[in-house]
């Protein structure tokens, strides 16, 4: 593991410079002075977690966007290895890849055992939700409207609205999504 300076200057920089901002309005909505951002970027200080939470409360992250090591440039995720975002009794979602604050997406993998049922309340506004059907048959609702799903067919939609899946067939539904997060 490199050294958590290191690792914050990387982070900060790289955040500031995808929301296309200066040193100086950084340390305006943060109220962390321009020296001292500077050194936690080039990493010659080690910033109290005061300053950090005043940096990430400044650019609406979260702290642990500054202090997350980057990832390797290849990642393979096995199927048992993969970390379980949601059980049910006769449904599980995997998530294969967390969401990423640069990229705007995360995806994950579900499998909807025969009856499984499961509703989602909705995602914050912008969330556009990409399934794609690998195996069976699934209804979804999106709305007040249902659309019928089989191997090999995709669809796209807010993620904002009332949606439900439910497995009516007599095989497991698997099936992968993406969320993508439009708006911040």
């Known amino acids: 593991m490199d050294d958590i300076p290191t690792i914050i200057g990387i982070n900060l920089k790289k955040i500031r410079k995808n ?17 001292m951002l500077g050194e936690i970027e080039r990493g010659v200080t080690n910033p ?3 300053i950090l939470w005043k ?5 609406k992250i979260s702290l642990s966007d500054l202090i997350q090591q980057h990832e390797p440039d290849i990642s393979v995720v096995y199927q048992k290895d993969a970390a ?4 049910g009794d006769s449904y599980k ?4 890849f967390k969401f ?19 509703e989602s309340e909705g995602h914050r506004f912008g969330v556009e939700e990409y399934l794609f059907i690998c195996g069976g048959t699934l209804t979804l609702n999106v709305g007040n409207k249902e659309y019928l799903l089989s191997q090999g ?12 899946y439910h497995n009516q067939g007599e ?14």
């Open 100 to 118: 990423d604050a640069d990229k705007k997406f995360e995806v994950f993998y579900k499998l909807l055992e025969p009856g499984a049922y499961f």
């Open 19 to 35: 929301k296309q901002m200066t040193l100086e309005a950084l340390s305006q909505i943060s109220g962390v002075s321009i020296s």
């Open 55 to 59: 940096i990430a409360d400044g650019l």
């Open 171 to 184: 095989t497991t539904v698997s099936a992968f999504t993406i969320l993508y997060y439009a708006s911040e």
């Open 93 to 96: 979602i995997l998530s294969l």
């Open 48 to 50: 109290t977690i005061t």
């Open 84 to 87: 379980a975002s949601l059980i």
């Open 153 to 164: 067919d995709a669809i796209r939609f807010s993620g904002e609205n009332i949606h439900s």
